[in-house]
């Protein structure tokens, strides 16, 4: 194949198109390719280039389709073939484009009378670019167009519907190849002439030449150049954003709620993982949603890290110690807490529900909804959102996946549309899209991250309310958000009825003794609705506090560390008056015994050093050892989740061309003496310092091997200025910079030879 190879082609290539490629195509600069050789197998490897293809859009992949069927990855093509390959209704400047956008990123590379495309481009578009079978060598010299007009109807037939397809068809008659005096059915007839060639004796498939013929003057099929129109209609901003505030906030009482009753009553982990359908569904009627909503819900407690697995013996889901620092903060905070673990959640909670391969259910939090690819893909649809303006949204999640799918038909897999709709029903769950738009806080948030969604959305969400109002039949109205000590005090005195934009309690006995048995008095609940009311309290509700407050804390119950007993009653007195026992807080609350808050082996220890000598004992009155045993804390592997290589920064991308010249320049040196530490030398450097003192001493270059602390091999040609203290200081060939060296990590040094 003449032209250029792309070694060759990317070593031209000038510091801003290769920083352009290594930023399109990230998976090339891990790790470091040591020169543009090692590059440039990397970036013709079928899985780079897979990887690469998937981020095209319809036409461009129909571009490189018809490059491969003009055989480029074979020899050199003109883009005016590739142009008449795709259609004479096409327009030139879109070829163009789409070849540029391909020479971009190194998918084919050359001028434009000269392209060329890696081998392993023809491995990863299919069988057959364009929807065009083999080329048939028995219809060279052939006039194709001739032999079809020739055909009967039954023949034409058979050939039209698999130019309009598929090029490979099922047929019986494809057991025996016989002379065309033979034939006896249509597909027996084409392959006696060659206008059907025969893969097994039950498949066959057209010819490229036939193929092109009947397509006419569309080689490739009708093609779709331009992307399918969306409608979209436009909403006042602030509109967009209160009523995505009400979802948010809706959200975050759901979390609440979650937590509350999954502190009281954890629900077990399924043996094969997961949450039970039973406990799903009880939690969905908890909260009044469905079980699709609830999923999403569990699921994004789960990703935030507000429940998890306890990993007992009897494993149960469970809130976390993160589940308390969530509740003290605001609901903006706690909104944006949620929606970030959602958008960087790996798993689809859409799976949940649907039959596996082995026709089982799937279950929430399971295995099964693992998808390290989720979070990108939720991105690819909110910053479709995203490019509209301000308040429009688009009117269709039918439109929105046919627009994905215009722009990266091949990314997705089997699942692509039904994740679109997925992403675009829990965004509109979470309060990040109303209307079809992104609001406020969505642009924040994929934007600028959490903290700032959550400023947003604190514009968004009604400002709250300090006050509440008292009815006659014992309910509580909540006007809006309430601030959020008076909202902790009216959830701890009353439960919620109806949620909205009003809220509305319930007050009855048994959350009366509920606040009650949290430390509140009945004067505190008075002076709590007398101050935060602004309807007069009813008398029903006062007699109901003093009533339950009368019968509340007779019998009592009390809590303590630890004990100590003894029958010398002096000696008791001693040791609770000493300062010990003050620190201690003993307390006596029987003849012969006093309690403390403190642990017992703190009490012990405390005591003994004050000059006493008491032991331990169990609950059955036997001696214990209290000897600390040291802290264990369990070893706990939480599965990675597999991303996308991230683009490198500007200052990466810098290192990383300036790695490649280096390399590229120690490959084309000639090289003179050589060391090479012997493997399990160990510290031993001395050949290679002196090899270096040499060049340091005739001013000479040298070629050294390194590998540096992350396992990264390279090659570069320095020259010496200093050698000490176990590191080699030397300027590159431009001799612009100064590099650092450690010895130990050179692995050869060569004398550039100068001739």
């Given at each position: 194949?003449?032209?250029?190879?792309?070694?060759?082609?990317?070593?031209?290539?000038?510091?801003?198109?290769?920083?352009?490629?290594?930023?399109?195509?990230?998976?090339?600069?891990?790790?470091?390719?040591?020169?543009?050789?090692?590059?440039?197998?990397?970036?013709?490897?079928?899985?780079?280039?897979?990887?690469?293809?998937?981020?095209?859009?319809?036409?461009?992949?129909?571009?490189?389709?018809?490059?491969?069927?003009?055989?480029?990855?074979?020899?050199?093509?003109?883009?005016?073939?590739?142009?008449?390959?795709?259609?004479?209704?096409?327009?030139?400047?879109?070829?163009?484009?789409?070849?540029?956008?391909?020479?971009?990123?190194?998918?084919?590379?050359?001028?434009?009378?000269?392209?060329?495309?890696?081998?392993?481009?023809?491995?990863?578009?299919?069988?057959f670019?364009?929807?065009?079978?083999?080329?048939?060598?028995?219809?060279?010299?052939?006039?194709?167009?001739?032999?079809?007009?020739?055909?009967?109807?039954?023949?034409?037939?058979?050939?039209?519907?698999?130019?309009?397809?598929?090029?490979?068809?099922?047929?019986?008659?494809?057991?025996?190849?016989?002379?065309?005096e033979?034939?006896?059915?249509?597909?027996?007839?084409?392959?006696?002439?060659?206008?059907?060639?025969?893969?097994?004796?039950?498949?066959?498939?057209?010819?490229?030449?036939?193929?092109?013929?009947?397509?006419?003057?569309?080689?490739?099929?009708?093609?779709?150049?331009?992307?399918?129109?969306?409608?979209?209609?436009?909403?006042?901003?602030?509109?967009?954003?209160?009523?995505?505030?009400?979802?948010?906030?809706?959200?975050?009482?759901?979390?609440?709620t979650?937590?509350?009753?999954?502190?009281?009553?954890?629900?077990?982990?399924?043996?094969?993982?997961?949450?039970?359908?039973?406990e799903?569904?009880?939690?969905?009627?908890?909260?009044?949603?469905?079980?699709?909503?609830?999923?999403?819900?569990?699921?994004?407690?789960?990703?935030a890290?507000?429940?998890?697995?306890?990993?007992?013996?009897?494993?149960?889901?469970a809130?976390?110690?993160?589940?308390?620092?969530?509740?003290?903060?605001?609901?903006?905070?706690?909104?944006?807490?949620?929606?970030?673990?959602?958008?960087?959640?790996?798993?689809?909670?859409?799976?949940?529900?649907?039959?596996?391969?082995?026709?089982?259910?799937?279950?929430p939090?399971?295995?099964?909804?693992?998808?390290?690819?989720?979070?990108?893909g939720?991105?690819?649809?909110?910053?479709?959102?995203?490019?509209?303006?301000?308040?429009?949204?688009?009117?269709?999640a039918?439109?929105?996946?046919?627009?994905?799918?215009?722009?990266?038909?091949?990314?997705g897999?089997?699942?692509?549309?039904?994740?679109?709709?997925?992403?675009?029903?829990?965004?509109?769950?979470?309060?990040?899209?109303?209307?079809g738009?992104?609001?406020?806080?969505?642009?924040?948030?994929?934007?600028?991250?959490?903290?700032?969604?959550?400023?947003?959305?604190?514009?968004?969400?009604?400002?709250?309310?300090?006050?509440?109002?008292?009815?006659?039949?014992?309910?509580?109205?909540?006007?809006?958000?309430?601030?959020?000590?008076?909202?902790?005090?009216?959830?701890?005195?009353?439960?919620?009825?109806?949620?909205?934009?009003?809220?509305?309690?319930?007050?009855?006995?048994?959350?009366?003794?509920?606040?009650?048995?949290?430390?509140?008095?009945?004067?505190?609940?008075?002076?709590?609705?007398?101050?935060?009311?602004?309807?007069?309290?009813?008398?029903?509700?006062?007699?109901?506090?003093?009533?339950?407050?009368?019968?509340?804390?007779?019998?009592?119950?009390?809590?303590?560390?630890?004990?100590?007993?003894?029958?010398?009653?002096?000696?008791?007195?001693?040791?609770?008056?000493?300062?010990?026992?003050?620190?201690?807080?003993?307390?006596?609350?029987?003849?012969g015994?006093?309690?403390?808050?403190?642990?017992?082996?703190?009490?012990?220890?405390?005591?003994?050093?004050?000059?006493?000598?008491p032991?331990?004992?169990?609950?059955?009155?036997?001696?214990?050892?209290?000897?600390?045993?040291?802290?264990?804390?369990?070893v706990?592997?939480?599965?990675?989740?597999?991303?996308?290589?991230?683009?490198?920064?500007?200052?990466?991308?810098?290192?990383?061309?300036?790695?490649?010249?280096?390399?590229?320049?120690?490959?084309?040196?000639?090289?003179?003496?050589?060391?090479?530490?012997?493997?399990?030398?160990g510290?031993?450097?001395?050949?290679?310092?002196?090899?270096?003192?040499?060049?340091?001493?005739?001013?000479?270059?040298?070629?050294?091997?390194?590998?540096?602390?992350?396992?990264?091999?390279?090659?570069?040609?320095?020259?010496?200025?200093?050698?000490?203290?176990?590191?080699l200081?030397?300027?590159?060939?431009?001799?612009?910079?100064?590099?650092?060296?450690?010895?130990?990590?050179?692995?050869?040094?060569?004398?550039?030879?100068?001739?």
């Open positions: 194949m003449s032209g250029f190879t792309l070694t060759e082609w990317l070593r031209d290539r000038d510091d801003a198109q290769l920083a352009r490629l290594l930023g399109a195509r990230p998976d090339l600069a891990t790790p470091v390719p040591a020169d543009t050789t090692v590059l440039a197998t990397r970036a013709g490897s079928r899985a780079s280039v897979a990887r690469a293809a998937e981020g095209l859009d319809t036409f461009t992949l129909a571009v490189l389709d018809a490059l491969l069927l003009c055989d480029a990855d074979t020899r050199t093509v003109r883009v005016d073939d590739v142009a008449a390959m795709l259609g004479a209704k096409v327009p030139r400047k879109r070829v163009r484009a789409a070849v540029a956008a391909l020479v971009e990123l190194a998918l084919a590379w050359g001028p434009e009378d000269a392209l060329t495309v890696a081998p392993s481009a023809r491995e990863t578009t299919g069988h670019p364009g929807g065009l079978g083999g080329y048939s060598t028995a219809l060279d010299g052939q006039d194709v167009a001739a032999m079809l007009a020739a055909l009967a109807e039954p023949e034409r037939k058979v050939l039209t519907a698999l130019s309009d397809g598929t090029p490979t068809g099922r047929t019986k008659d494809a057991d025996l190849v016989v002379p065309i033979e034939a006896r059915t249509p597909i027996q007839r084409l392959l006696a002439q060659g206008l059907l060639l025969r893969r097994d004796a039950g498949t066959v498939e057209l010819p490229r030449q036939v193929g092109l013929v009947l397509r006419g003057a569309n080689p490739m099929g009708q093609l779709r150049f331009d992307p399918p129109p969306v409608q979209t209609t436009g909403h006042d901003p602030a509109t967009v954003d209160a009523t995505a505030a009400g979802e948010a906030m809706e959200l975050v009482r759901h979390t609440e979650l937590i509350t009753l999954w502190s009281a009553e954890p629900p077990p982990v399924l043996r094969t993982g997961g949450l039970g359908v039973r799903l569904r009880r939690f969905a009627r908890d909260i009044g949603a469905d079980e699709p909503r609830a999923t999403v819900i569990v699921e994004i407690a789960y990703g890290g507000l429940v998890t697995d306890t990993e007992t013996t009897s494993p149960q889901w809130p976390t110690t993160h589940a308390d620092v969530w509740l003290a903060a605001s609901p903006p905070q706690r909104w944006a807490t949620l929606a970030h673990a959602w958008l960087e959640l790996p798993r689809l909670p859409g799976l949940s529900g649907t039959k596996d391969l082995k026709d089982k259910l799937v279950s939090l399971s295995e099964e909804l693992r998808r390290p690819l989720a979070p990108a939720r991105r690819r649809v909110l910053g479709t959102l995203a490019d509209l303006p301000l308040g429009t949204g688009m009117d269709s039918d439109e929105v996946a046919g627009l994905l799918a215009w722009r990266a038909p091949r990314r897999g089997r699942l692509r549309d039904e994740t679109v709709r997925w992403t675009l029903r829990e965004a509109n769950a979470l309060g990040l899209v109303a209307f738009a992104l609001t406020s806080a969505g642009h924040a948030l994929l934007a600028d991250g959490p903290a700032a969604a959550a400023k947003r959305m604190v514009e968004a969400m009604p400002q709250p309310v300090d006050h509440v109002l008292v009815q006659a039949d014992l309910t509580v109205v909540a006007p809006g958000p309430l601030e959020q000590t008076l909202a902790q005090e009216i959830n701890l005195v009353a439960n919620v009825e109806s949620a909205g934009s009003a809220t509305v309690y319930r007050v009855s006995d048994a959350t009366i003794r509920r606040a009650l048995d949290a430390g509140r008095t009945s004067t505190d609940l008075h002076e709590l609705f007398r101050t935060r009311s602004r309807t007069p309290v009813p008398q029903s509700l006062t007699y109901m506090i003093d009533d339950v407050a009368r019968r509340h804390g007779l019998l009592r119950g009390g809590a303590c560390m630890s004990f100590l007993r003894c029958d010398d009653e002096v000696l008791l007195t001693q040791v609770a008056a000493s300062p010990a026992g003050v620190r201690l807080e003993l307390r006596k609350i029987a003849p015994v006093l309690v403390s808050p403190v642990p017992l082996a703190d009490v012990l220890e405390e005591l003994r050093n004050a000059g006493f000598a032991s331990a004992e169990g609950h059955d009155g036997q001696l214990l050892d209290l000897r600390t045993k040291g802290i264990r804390v369990p706990r592997q939480r599965p990675r989740s597999g991303t996308l290589p991230k683009p490198p920064t500007p200052e990466q991308l810098a290192d990383l061309i300036s790695a490649l010249r280096a390399g590229d320049r120690a490959a084309a040196t000639r090289r003179g003496k050589t060391v090479s530490p012997a493997a399990g030398a510290a031993d450097t001395s050949a290679t310092i002196a090899l270096l003192q040499e060049a340091v001493a005739q001013s000479r270059s040298v070629f050294i091997g390194y590998v540096d602390s992350r396992g990264t091999a390279s090659q570069r040609v320095i020259e010496p200025v200093r050698i000490g203290g176990g590191v200081e030397g300027l590159d060939s431009t001799r612009s910079e100064l590099h650092r060296f450690a010895l130990h990590r050179i692995t050869a040094v060569s004398l550039v030879d100068e001739e």
